[in-house]
């Protein structure tokens, strides 16, 4: 398989029909995933203490609390009616409904669990900027690129089912700060993300017409795993390699 | 003085004249301006290496690239037309014109003497998805933000002569693969700079009227200082630290 730079799949991949697609999405997964970042060895490994934790909990919330905005926008590119309602439920999922819980609130639940202030979570003051950009750029994205590659950098939930096993057991397994409550957001989206992907590969394999929209949606994902890998990439740098920005989160704990 | 966020002043940071929002605004510089960054000292004392180098001006680039896309942004926010002739210039200070140099290829004559491809350099494929998510956001804040805030965010430039004397004399100094010719952006900064921050500062001085605005205008030099703060750290990360993302420009040279 052909060699991909920092945002686009090469001129000549392969992309002749939805099966090539597919086939190139899949490798994009198993080559950009931030499964792959040694950020997620450490953390899954058991090698962070509970202030790095939560450092990472703390940054990740924006991205968790970003996405049913960044869903909204989705559904807002389609006049057509039968895409909007089998998008819709994703808000839910992540908002919940009054007197339910949605993936928002299990997210909090982890960040309580680990030791946050509920209110400094929620004021994203002391997140890492880098976080904020990379999660601003997917709105950005499905705001102003097309329909079609909206839909396309949700792929990465694709991969994300065998990432969610391996950290449900691994933090579960390694830290005592951590219990099966606090996880919740995890295991409750192992039943949810791959109904998402399965919506979200027909749809690309069925409107993707020609080589470049092929092109199109294999450049979505790889910028969405760009939005995953950068985070990482900024938790690494301030928190294990201990280069904090100023004004961000510095864990009381070690 | 207060302690700032990783986005914002205090809510009780004096801001009730405009003298107290320059102070304010000199203090975010002295303390957020990524001349602090420990990127720039290694830059500046001669202890990267030429790849490094490279590194920095091919991510640079892309900033540098992007400012006359920010500046256009800017001039359609205002209906004013004064505004407007008072902001063109810059947009000409870096595109040039038919026949006349501007910042671009001032830029481009340092990655070309550092030894890097125009093409590869101009394509923008191989630099760190951090450095596109910063410049990007820079583009959307200016767009989204208030006009006072558009103009705000380019603050940064009341510090930078400074910055790039102390960065053509370490430079010219450390590295033979440096030249006057070749640092000719820098030098032709320090005196494009000071007009343009003047400017600036007197329009936020004069417009922001009320405490608050003060404090939009504070928070979006911090802004600004962020979208430097997070490009070197991400070099740093890279290029330094050796975690390079996948895709990302690897130097050929050591």
């Not at 970042?37 to 899954?44: D, G, I, Y």
Request: net charge negative.
């Amino acid at each position: 398989m052909t060699a991909l730079t920092a945002f686009s799949v090469a001129a000549d991949a392969p992309l002749d029909t939805p099966e090539q697609l597919e086939e190139q999405l899949r490798f994009i997964g198993a080559t950009r995933y931030h499964s792959l970042h040694p950020f997620h060895a450490l953390l899954h490994g058991g090698k962070l203490n509970q202030g790095q934790v939560q450092a990472w909990a703390l940054n990740r919330y924006y991205y968790q609390s970003t996405i049913p905005i960044k869903d909204a926008v989705v559904i807002s590119r389609f006049r057509d009616r039968d895409t909007r309602i089998e998008w819709r439920h994703r808000i839910a999922d992540h908002d919940g409904d009054i007197g339910t819980e949605g993936g928002i609130e299990r997210w909090i639940k982890l960040t309580e669990g680990l030791g946050l202030d509920t209110d400094y979570v929620e004021s994203a003051e002391g997140i890492l900027p880098a976080t904020r950009f990379a999660v601003e750029a997917y709105v950005h994205f499905v705001r102003e690129k097309s329909p079609l590659e909206a839909i396309a950098s949700s792929l990465t939930e694709l991969f994300a089912p065998n990432l969610h096993e391996e950290r449900i057991s691994g933090m579960l397994k390694h830290y005592d700060f951590v219990n099966p409550e606090v996880m919740s957001y995890f295991s409750r989206r192992l039943t949810q993300a791959p109904r998402d992907s399965e919506f979200a590969l027909n749809y690309v394999k069925q409107h993707a017409k020609t080589p470049y929209e092929r092109q199109l949606v294999c450049n979505a994902l790889i910028f969405k795993t760009n939005v995953l890998w950068v985070q990482l990439d900024a938790l690494y740098h301030a928190y294990v390699e201990g280069h904090v920005p100023p004004g961000a989160f510095v864990p009381a704990m070690p």
